[in-house]
């Protein structure tokens, strides 16, 4: 509900999400990664931020770059 009526409060709280669950280390956690990461770009849609998401998209691929089989996830993942 708060994700339709104020993203910016929830978009902190998926972008953590995101971090946590991609140190789980198994590819359960790293799909369930890139389902959070969809809702960051559906929130950032609703802010109207779209433009910012290749660029915190790319910053969590740097940062998670060593974990080959969610960056294979990420480059295969449909984000239109």
């Not at 931020?49 to 974990?67: G, T």
């Amino acid at each position: 509900l708060r994700e339709t009526e104020h993203p910016g409060e929830v978009l902190a709280i998926y972008q953590q999400q995101v971090e946590r669950t991609v140190s789980g280390k198994t590819n359960q956690a790293y799909r369930d990664t890139v389902a959070l990461l969809r809702k960051v770009r559906r929130t950032m849609v609703a802010m109207g931020n779209i433009k910012e998401f290749p660029h915190y998209l790319e910053s969590v691929r740097v940062a998670h770059k060593a974990k080959r089989n969610f960056v294979k996830l990420i480059d295969h993942a449909r984000w239109s």
